[in-house]
């Protein structure tokens, strides 16, 4: 959920609020073995995740992913095909395994 919350919004959704993006930067810093700095977490506190295509994006003990755009990423799957899915869904998957 934290993940979903510091997301780009699609269009005409409505922003998080900071209070929110402040709340989830905290969370998964404070749970994550591998700290941000103070800058980026000032930076994910005020802005979110501001993701370009292309970018990988890494999931808890998953292969990574590639974004797409438009909350779309790219994954190969157990069996070697690729398979496209929402960031909303991959993000969910990846905190809860």
Same mark, same amino acid.
């Given at each position: 959920?934290?993940?979903?919350?510091?997301?780009?919004?699609?269009?005409?959704?409505?922003?998080?609020?900071?209070?929110?993006?402040?709340?989830?930067?905290?969370?998964?810093?404070?749970?994550?073995?591998?700290?941000?700095?103070?800058? &980026?977490? &000032?930076?994910?506190?005020?802005?979110?995740?501001?993701?370009?295509?292309?970018?990988?994006?890494?999931?808890?003990?998953?292969?990574?992913?590639?974004y797409l755009g438009?909350?779309?990423?790219?994954?190969?799957?157990?069996?070697?095909?690729?398979?496209? &899915?929402?960031?909303?869904? &991959?993000?969910?998957?990846?905190?809860?395994?």
């Amino acid at each position: 959920m934290a993940v979903s919350l510091l997301l780009p919004k699609k269009e005409g959704e409505k922003e998080t609020s900071k209070e929110l993006r402040s709340w989830a930067t905290d969370l998964l810093n404070d749970s994550s073995p591998v700290k941000l700095s103070q800058e &980026q977490s &000032q930076s994910l506190k005020r802005n979110g995740l501001s993701l370009k295509p292309g970018d990988l994006i890494f999931f808890k003990r998953q292969k990574p992913v590639i974004y797409l755009g438009d909350h779309q990423i790219i994954r190969d799957t157990d069996n070697g095909h690729l398979e496209v &899915q929402t960031l909303d869904n &991959q993000a969910e998957q990846g905190l809860n395994k």
